[in-house]
Every structure is written in structure tokens, then in C-alpha cells.
């Protein structure tokens, strides 16, 4: 009779959590340039690579209830966004200082002479997709080029996304592997990866800026009326203070509409100088840099990173993104899950 019982458990265990999973599938279109990554449906985020962007980004980020994370400005401007720092966008990885050469601050609108030293990544082949109940995983090889079009590294990176009830999780994997001459990561304070939020996340003291409509109209924002961003980190900091600080993890937890919201970054004890230093800012930005050091603590000793030649270096990160609101408490077991 108990084996009756326990078939019967193990039965009805398997068909609940059947019933609760949440299929990952991913929509390739070579001519939109972007892969569609869906679950049960409906889109999470995109994997894109146009021109315009300057590197391989994902844009948007959606949570589990179609909320909008990232900011749509400047290619997807939404009401209400801010206008500054048009580099930044959605989900990316990129550094600068490699060579000499900014890859960080790029975008179409600087200037030709700005552009001089400015390098871009280009996206070059989707090598695999795996699609999955609550885990897909998508491949990619990418090229980091020079102002002359000379390239210095190949870029291999495996993205894998988990939907689990509201919780989103995007993993990505970065292997850079020098082609045929030394590669040097200076010391910066631009880097590397990074998420760019939605305008409801930022701190309410974001005031005085300039925002735009749909439509590309310019306004200037007075208040920090509907900022509801509180930023924390590992080593309990909270808001402006953790810029520029060491930490494992940094989260910013909020709403947007009537719906919460929480959005971490997660370094990993396997990255070159674990723990990296943030580059968190309350006008909504979410950045882990392992190169930098002088640039966050002017009081030290530059330090750089070679490359040489057909070595490479790999970095683990993780988005996790979930619709409700979080503590530090819950973010350090989530922490904890990923490092293990």
C-alpha cells in the first residue's frame, strides 16, 4: 500500500511540476538581426546585433509580467526616458580601455572625429541554440575591432536564460581570446558588464535632466516623481555610496507602474579580480568592472591586464531579474545558488 502511495506522490509531483514549467524558445531572424527569446510565447529579451549599437546587445528585458526593465532610449524611446549616455544600452559587455581604444562609449551619435578612437564589436555568427523547459541557450562568436578595422580579439559567449515562476535569469558566459598580438585592458572606470534600466528605477534625487516622449520630444524633468530605485550591494551599501566600491553583487529594487520589481548584477569568485569593483549610478545603471582600479581609487596604483597572443580569459555574470520586490537577505541566497 505505502508503494501505491509514493507512486502516486511521485505521479502527481511530476505532472505539477509539468504543468508549472515555462518553455524557452528562440525566433532567429537573420535579416531583422536579433534573436527573439520566448517563454511560453512571449518575448523575455532580444539578442541583437544592428549596426547601430555598436556591439551585441539585449534589448529589451522584460520581467515575468511583461514589464519593461531596460530603457528604450535611444533606438525603443518610451515617455518619460532620460537622454544621457546613449551608449547604453539594454544588456552589453565591452571595456574602455583595450589597446588604447574606447569600446565602451561608442554609439552613432558621436562624432567622426570621436569615432577615431572608438572600437565596436561585431557580431559575427549565432553558433547554437538549445531551446528547453524554463532554460534556453543561445551561442554566439563576436569580433572586437580597431578604428581600422584590424581585429584584436574574438568574442565566444553563451547566454543561458531561466524562467522560473516571476523570476528571470540570464547568464552569460564571455570567453575573449587574443588573435595574433598582445591585448592590454587598461586602467578604467568604463566597464565592462552592464544594464541599463527603465527611468522608474533610478534614485528619486535623478532630477533637473533632460527626458524625451515617444514621439522624440526634449523635456526637462523637475521632480523625482515615480523614481522609486533603492540601490544596494554585498557589503551593505545602499545608493550613491556604492559606486566605485568592491562587491560581489548589486541589486536596485523598485517599481515601474503599479508593479515591483527588483534587478541584480552578480559577479563570480571564478572572474579575473574577483570581486569587481561597481559602477552603479543612480540614474539607473547596473555595471560590474574587474580591470579598473586607480579610476575608482585615485589614491592607488594603476593596474593593467595583457592578453597575449591566442590566451584567452573568461567571465561568468548573471542577470537575475524578478517582478517583485527583494532585501539583501534574499539576493545573497540567489548569490549563493549561482556560485555553487
Known amino acids: ?40 510565447g512571449k518575448i523575455f529579451t ?12 539585449l534589448l ?8 519593461f526593465i531596460t530603457r528604450g532610449f535611444p533606438f525603443e524611446t518610451r515617455n518619460g526616458e532620460t537622454v544621457d549616455h546613449p551608449h547604453q544600452i539594454g544588456l552589453s559587455f565591452s571595456y574602455g580601455d583595450v589597446n588604447g581604444v574606447d569600446f565602451w562609449n561608442t554609439s552613432t551619435f558621436r562624432t567622426a572625429k570621436e569615432l577615431e578612437r572608438m572600437g565596436r ?13 524554463n532554460r534556453g541557450e543561445l551561442v554566439t562568436r563576436s569580433d572586437w575591432l580597431l578604428p581600422n578595422g584590424k581585429k584584436i580579439l574574438t568574442e565566444t559567449t553563451r547566454y543561458i536564460f531561466q524562467a522560473e515562476g516571476k523570476t528571470r535569469r540570464i547568464d552569460r558566459e564571455t570567453t575573449l581570446t587574443a588573435i595574433d598580438e598582445n591585448v592590454t585592458f587598461g586602467d578604467n572606470k568604463e566597464g565592462v558588464f552592464a544594464v541599463r534600466l527603465a527611468r522608474e528605477l533610478e534614485q528619486e534625487n535623478q532630477i533637473n535632466v533632460k527626458t524625451t ?18 540601490f544596494f550591494n554585498s557589503e551593505n551599501l545602499t545608493g550613491d555610496k556604492i559606486w566605485g566600491t568592491l562587491g560581489k553583487w548589486a541589486f536596485v529594487s523598485g517599481k515601474i507602474a503599479d508593479k515591483d520589481v527588483t534587478v541584480a548584477v552578480f559577479d563570480s569568485p571564478k572572474n579575473h579580480n574577483f570581486p569587481s569593483f561597481m559602477m552603479v549610478r543612480g540614474y539607473g545603471l547596473l555595471a560590474l568592472n ?12 594603476a ?16 542577470l537575475l531579474i524578478t517582478a517583485e520586490k527583494s532585501n539583501p537577505e534574499t539576493i545573497e541566497k540567489e548569490f549563493q545558488t549561482f556560485i555553487k
Open 303 to 318: 593596474r593593467t591586464f595583457v592578453l597575449e597572443t591566442k590566451k584567452s580569459i573568461k567571465f561568468h555574470h548573471r
Open 46 to 57: 532580444s539578442y541583437r546585433w544592428e549596426e547601430c549599437f555598436k556591439r551585441p546587445v
Open 1 to 40: 500500500m505505502m508503494r501505491i502511495f509514493t507512486s502516486i506522490f511521485v505521479f502527481a509531483l511530476f505532472f505539477a511540476n509539468l504543468a508549472n514549467a515555462q518553455s524557452v524558445k528562440f525566433a532567429v531572424s537573420a535579416t531583422k538581426e536579433r534573436v527573439d527569446v520566448m517563454v511560453n
Open 290 to 301: 574587474p580591470f579598473g582600479k586607480k579610476s575608482f581609487q585615485p589614491n592607488e596604483a
Open 60 to 67: 529589451p528585458i522584460l520581467t515575468a509580467n511583461g514589464t
Open 213 to 230: 516622449d515617444e514621439k522624440g520630444n526634449i523635456f526637462e524633468a523637475e521632480t523625482g516623481e515615480n523614481l522609486t530605485g533603492n
Open 121 to 133: 564589436i561585431v557580431h559575427r555568427k549565432i553558433l547554437k541554440t538549445k531551446s528547453g523547459q
